[in-house]
C-alpha cells in the first residue's frame, strides 16, 4: 500500500512526517489553494530529502513510483492547468520523482509534459462524481493508451474546489473506476483520515491512498500523530 500525504509547507514539519513511514509527500504549486507551496520553498524541502547515490535499497524501494530513488520517499508535484513549460522546468529543476496533473489538463497537454519528463511518473488525478464518471473514465483510458505506467488518482469533486476539501468520493464510483482500471495503479483520495481510511483499503483495495486535510492542524501543517495513525490503519494487513 502506497500512502502519500499531499500538501507539506515547510522543511521542518515534512521531515517529521517522512520519518514516520510514508511513501510520498506531495507539493502543492497551485497558487489558489491553501497548501502553495513557493518553489523555494519547494527546493529546501527536496534538498532535504535527496538520498546519497551510495545508499543501500530498502524494501521500501519495491512501491516506488520512480526507479531513480532521488529522494528519502517519492515527492510529487502538484499543478492545476499550469503552462507546460512551467510544468517542466518545475519538475526537471527539482527533479520530482512524479507529477501530478489535477486540472482540467487535456490529453495533449499531459502528454507534452510527459514527452519531455518522460522518466517522471504521470499521476492523472481526476475529480469525479456519478454524472462525470463515464467522461472520467473515458479521458483516462485515452492517457492509459498513451502513457502506460500512468497512475490515476480519484478525487471528490466540489465546484470551484481541486483537492483538499475533506469531502469523499462516492463508493459506487470508487467501485466502478476500480472495475474499468483492472491492472492499473489506482490512488484514492478525497476526505481520507485516520477513521475511514481503513474501511475504504478494505472495501475498494486500491494501490495506494492519499490524505491533506484528513491528518491536519491547519492547512499545510500535518498532525504527525494523525500521520502515523493514518500510515497503521492503511497498512494495517488484511485476509
Given at each position: 500500500?502506497?500512502?502519500?500525504?499531499?500538501?507539506?509547507?515547510d522543511?521542518?514539519?515534512?521531515?517529521?512526517?517522512?520519518?514516520?513511514?510514508?511513501d510520498a509527500?506531495?507539493?502543492?504549486?497551485?497558487?489558489?489553494?491553501k497548501?502553495?507551496?513557493?518553489?523555494?520553498?519547494?527546493?529546501?524541502?527536496?534538498?532535504?530529502?535527496?538520498?546519497?547515490?551510495?545508499?543501500?535499497?530498502?524494501?521500501?524501494?519495491?512501491?516506488?513510483?520512480?526507479l531513480?530513488?532521488?529522494?528519502?520517499?517519492?515527492?510529487?508535484?502538484?499543478?492545476?492547468?499550469?503552462?507546460?513549460?512551467?510544468?517542466?522546468?518545475?519538475?526537471?529543476?527539482?527533479?520530482?520523482?512524479?507529477?501530478?496533473?489535477?486540472?482540467?489538463?487535456?490529453?495533449?497537454?499531459?502528454?507534452?509534459?510527459?514527452?519531455?519528463?518522460?522518466?517522471?511518473?504521470?499521476?492523472?488525478?481526476?475529480?469525479?462524481?456519478?454524472?462525470?464518471l463515464?467522461?472520467?473514465?473515458?479521458?483516462?483510458?485515452?492517457?492509459?493508451?498513451?502513457?502506460?505506467?500512468i497512475?490515476f488518482?480519484?478525487?471528490?469533486?466540489?465546484?470551484?474546489?481541486?483537492?483538499?476539501?475533506?469531502?469523499?468520493?462516492?463508493?459506487?464510483?470508487?467501485d466502478?473506476?476500480?472495475?474499468?482500471?483492472?491492472g492499473?495503479?489506482?490512488?484514492?483520495?478525497?476526505?481520507?483520515?485516520?477513521e475511514?481510511?481503513?474501511?475504504v483499503?478494505?472495501?475498494?483495495?486500491?494501490?495506494g491512498?492519499?490524505?491533506?486535510?484528513?491528518v491536519?492542524?491547519?492547512?499545510?501543517?500535518?498532525?504527525?500523530?494523525r500521520?502515523?495513525?493514518?500510515?497503521?490503519?492503511?497498512?494495517?494487513?488484511?485476509?
Amino acid at each position: 500500500m502506497w500512502v502519500k500525504v499531499c500538501g507539506f509547507t515547510d522543511v521542518a514539519n515534512t521531515v517529521n512526517a517522512v520519518r514516520t513511514g510514508i511513501d510520498a509527500v506531495g507539493l502543492n504549486f497551485f497558487e489558489g489553494s491553501k497548501r502553495f507551496v513557493t518553489p523555494a520553498t519547494a527546493e529546501s524541502i527536496c534538498r532535504t530529502l535527496k538520498v546519497s547515490s551510495d545508499d543501500s535499497p530498502t524494501v521500501r524501494q519495491l512501491t516506488r513510483l520512480s526507479l531513480r530513488r532521488s529522494h528519502m520517499v517519492d515527492v510529487v508535484g502538484l499543478f492545476v492547468n499550469s503552462p507546460a513549460e512551467d510544468v517542466i522546468r518545475i519538475s526537471q529543476q527539482l527533479d520530482l520523482d512524479a507529477i501530478q496533473f489535477h486540472g482540467g489538463e487535456g490529453i495533449d497537454d499531459i502528454q507534452q509534459v510527459h514527452r519531455e519528463c518522460d522518466d517522471i511518473t504521470v499521476i492523472r488525478a481526476v475529480r469525479v462524481n456519478r454524472s462525470g464518471l463515464e467522461e472520467a473514465i473515458q479521458h483516462c483510458r485515452g492517457l492509459a493508451v498513451q502513457i502506460p505506467n500512468i497512475v490515476f488518482l480519484l478525487d471528490a469533486l466540489v465546484a470551484g474546489q481541486f483537492g483538499g476539501t475533506g469531502a469523499m468520493v462516492d463508493p459506487d464510483v470508487i467501485d466502478t473506476f476500480c472495475h474499468a482500471f483492472v491492472g492499473h495503479r489506482v490512488v484514492i483520495a478525497g476526505g481520507l483520515t485516520p477513521e475511514t481510511v481503513s474501511s475504504v483499503v478494505t472495501r475498494h483495495a486500491p494501490w495506494g491512498v492519499d490524505t491533506a486535510s484528513g491528518v491536519e492542524d491547519s492547512p499545510g501543517q500535518k498532525n504527525i500523530e494523525r500521520v502515523e495513525q493514518f500510515i497503521a490503519n492503511a497498512k494495517r494487513p488484511r485476509c
